[in-house]
């Protein structure tokens, strides 16, 4: 039994496969550094992160496979559920073992299958998360928007909005895993927060931090909903469905009613364009 560790990174994930095919010691178990083997009797290997070796792997696996099905070995790395690493490896070894045309269609193979599905879970949620994503402004002019994914989608869900905003400085925060893309109008970066925001946790920032007139527009927003939602034609589970519970605390519609000290009508707004997703 070989028990093969390494830093987490996908990288490094890659630079594991590379030096099990150089061994030819085929893995009973691949984790992160620190945890422990499953079997009592297990050879540990721990592979520090060969960035050549990681590329060649990369590589090689784009020119055997269709585009959706090489961004399925990365989405299969951010999916994070317990085996992933095993998975990955199980599909990377048919791909480079096997002499058959189209392997990735081969859904009597378990690994191709659950690669297939894996990819579609990750689908799914990026795209509710280009959706249901909610900006909240800050008093520096900082957009900033909590989430917490079931998956790691964050890196998934970048282009979108690097591209629909620009030309403003942004945050996207995943609270679960403690790491955001911050965008300050020029690129994104991946940062950690040792300090973030009170209220960030929770989905919902603190007044103390926010615009004087960002509550003003997130009620805005919620009458918008209010008035769009005709209950005639309610429907739960339908609702419930579509956006699911999970994701409420992120979304500003609901939110408990927020109350004003003067009626919307009586408020003067200067222009301001909605922070939404989707």
């Known amino acids: 039994m070989h028990f093969y560790t390494y830093d987490g990174s996908f990288e490094g994930l890659l630079t594991v496969v590379f030096e099990v095919f150089e061994r030819k010691a085929w893995p009973s178990q691949i984790g992160k550094e620190g945890e422990a083997p499953a079997g009592l009797f297990a050879q540990h290997y721990y592979i520090p992160t060969d960035e050549a070796k990681a590329t060649r792997v990369w590589q090689g696996l784009g020119k055997k496979l269709s585009k959706s099905a090489w961004e399925n070995v990365y989405k299969a790395y951010l999916w994070e559920q317990p085996g992933f690493e095993m998975l990955i490896f199980q599909f990377v070894q048919l791909v480079f ?39 909240q402004r800050t008093q520096d002019g900082l957009y900033v928007a909590p989430i917490s994914p079931d998956f790691n989608v964050l890196p998934l869900v970048i282009p979108h909005f690097e591209k629909r905003y620009a030309d403003q400085p942004w945050l996207i ?23 973030a925001p009170q209220g960030l946790r929770k989905g919902q920032l603190s007044q103390e931090i926010l615009t004087e007139v960002e509550p003003l527009y997130q009620q805005l927003w919620q009458a918008y909903f209010d008035h769009v939602n005709i209950p005639e034609r309610k429907n739960k589970k339908l609702h419930q469905r579509h956006m699911p519970k999970r994701y409420w605390k992120y979304l500003t519609e609901k939110q408990p009613r927020l109350q004003t000290h003067q009626p919307i009508q009586n408020k003067q707004v200067p222009g301001h364009q909605f922070r939404l997703g989707g």
């Open 97 to 135: 073992t096997s002499k058959q045309e189209g392997i990735e269609e081969n859904f009597a193979e378990p690994c191709v299958q659950k690669m297939a599905q894996v990819g579609k879970q990750m689908f799914r949620e990026a795209h509710r998360m280009e959706a249901f994503i909610r900006f």
């Open 173 to 195: 925060y995943d609270v679960r895993r403690q790491y955001g893309a911050y965008h300050d109008k020029e690129q994104v970066q991946l940062v950690s927060l040792e300090n």
